[in-house]
T-cell receptor, first 114, second 109 residues
Framework: IAGITQAPTSQILAAGRRMTLRCTQD?????MYWYRQDLGLGLRLIHY???????GKGEVPDGYSVSRANTDDFPLTLASAVPSQTSVYFC?????????????FGQGTRLTVV | GQNIDQPTEMTATEGAIVQINCTYQ??????LFWYQQHAGEAPTFLSY??LDGLEEKGRFSSFLSRSKGYSYLLLKELQMKDSASYLC??????????WGAGTKLIIKP
């Protein structure tokens, strides 16, 4: 089934540990995004990639890094997790970065940093 | 600054009509999106407006007024499965989506 897959589904992580959230899509979409969703707040963009080989910073990039070595994969790394990074993380993709482009979301990763 | 405002929660009755409002203020404008998100699930696309007016898609319609920075999502013939959060998002001049916090819609029988 075509779509976008995230792993893990949920994770409890000790503060200070390094963690990589995985995201893979098989729709050959050019643009990919990482968002975090916190109660009472809208989705906030962490990092994005408009095409393979390029990445950009979103609204809340501090403490996170990404890479886009190929079209399909867009991993998000927390170098040294802190409790404020407890959140639900969504990866999304769209055919291209532009207007009138529907974003498709993964099922999310629920991360708890303790 | 950039800001999206929408009500936190609304309640409606099965079979009725509900209108969810959204006001936006973003740096540039490249369209207004509505997404539906059931509890514990991923957001899914509902509608896109870039020109003023009403776009109808089955039981759901979306309206945009660019001069007022205003949009609404209209849901007709409400069904219990419509209980979800509805997310309004404006696309800014960099083609990035600025999201509202979402409106939780509770449908009562």
């Amino acid at each position: 089934i075509a779509g976008i897959t995230q792993a893990p589904t949920s994770q409890i992580l000790a503060a200070g540990r390094r963690m990589t959230l995985r995201c893979t899509q098989d729709m050959r979409h050019n643009a990919m995004y990482w968002y975090r969703q916190d109660l009472g707040l809208g989705l906030r963009l962490i990092h994005y990639s408009n095409t393979a080989g390029t990445t950009g910073k979103g609204e809340v990039p501090d403490g996170y890094s990404v890479s886009r070595a190929n079209t399909d994969d867009f991993p998000l790394t927390l170098a040294s997790a802190v409790p404020s990074q407890t959140s639900v993380y969504f990866c999304a993709s769209s055919e291209y970065a532009g207007s009138n482009t529907e974003a498709f979301f993964g099922q999310g990763t629920r991360l708890t940093v303790v | 600054g950039q800001n999206i405002d929408q009500p936190t929660e609304m309640t409606a009755t099965e079979g009725a009509i509900v209108q969810i409002n959204c006001t936006y203020q973003t740096s540039g404008f490249n369209g207004l999106f509505w997404y539906q998100q059931h509890a514990g699930e991923a957001p899914t696309f509902l509608s896109y407006n870039v020109l003023d007016g009403l776009e109808e898609k089955g039981r759901f319609s979306s309206f945009l007024s660019r001069s007022k920075g205003y949009s609404y999502l209209l849901l007709k013939e409400l069904q219990m499965k419509d209980s979800a959060s509805y997310l309004c998002a404006s696309m800014d001049s960099n083609y990035q989506l600025i999201w509202g916090a979402g409106t939780k819609l509770i449908i009562k029988p």
